[in-house]
């Protein structure tokens, strides 16, 4: 079983839409989660943080973390075709970070 | 200043070969990682440097070295280049001891034919 899944898409949505990414993770000692968005033929640039449980809101986006379901979730309000992009979810563990494998998503003006 | 950067930007080997991706980071991080993204497996971790003169295995090492003998710089080496390792390499790096952000490279596409 990998340590973080992620449903790789490609996740489709019109203009305007609420998006909903998400993750599960394996292990409860986890507590730092990140979200990544990648653009294409780019390198990844990280998005949002969350430390341990809760919701944090950054404009459009709100990233939120349920330790007791091991799951994480990213929040796209009013996308825009600007959104497109592959998000990558990840926590911390010894000096190193995990990644999900990625969803695609895109938005369709 | 630049961030992160990689050379060469894209490369064509034919098995068999060897090469060296180099990696350079202006920011002072002390860690510095090496990643592989192939379609539907996400980044894994190939190796990783906590400082200078140190580096670990990750995920998926075997058929690849590294080495790190400046703090700025952070090289990947093939070795014997198969076709397995056809993909797109990233260099990262962050700041010691916090959870600041790790900034990634542009990236290197490399074809082993």
């Known amino acids: 079983q990998k340590e973080v899944e992620q449903d790789p898409g490609p996740l489709s949505v019109p203009e305007g839409a609420i998006v909903s990414l998400n993750c599960t993770y394996s292990?409860?000692?986890?507590?730092?989660f990140m979200w990544y968005r990648q653009y294409s033929r780019k390198g990844p640039e990280l998005l949002m943080y969350?430390?341990?449980?809760g919701n944090k809101e950054d404009g459009r986006f709100t990233a939120q973390v349920d330790k007791s379901s091991k799951y994480i979730s990213l929040f796209i309000r009013d996308s825009q075709p600007s959104d497109s992009a592959t998000y990558l979810c990840a926590t911390e563990s010894s000096y190193k970070l995990i990644f999900g494998s990625g969803t695609r998503l895109l938005v369709r003006p | 200043n630049a961030g992160v950067t990689q050379t060469p930007k894209f490369r064509v080997l034919k098995t068999g070969q060897s090469m060296t991706l180099l990696c350079a980071q202006d920011?002072?991080?002390?860690?510095m990682y090496w990643y592989r993204q192939d379609p539907g497996m996400g980044l894994r971790l190939i190796h990783y440097s906590v400082g200078e003169g140190t580096t670990a295995k990750g995920e998926v090492p075997d058929g690849y070295n590294v080495s790190r003998l400046k703090k700025q710089n952070f090289l990947l080496g093939l070795e014997s280049a198969a076709p397995s390792q056809t993909s797109v390499y990233f260099c990262a790096s962050r700041v010691a001891g916090t959870r600041e952000t790790q900034y990634f490279g542009p990236g290197t596409r490399l074809l082993v034919l």
């Open positions: 292990n409860s000692a986890f507590q730092y």
């Open positions: 920011m002072n991080h002390e860690y």
């Open positions: 969350t430390y341990s449980s």
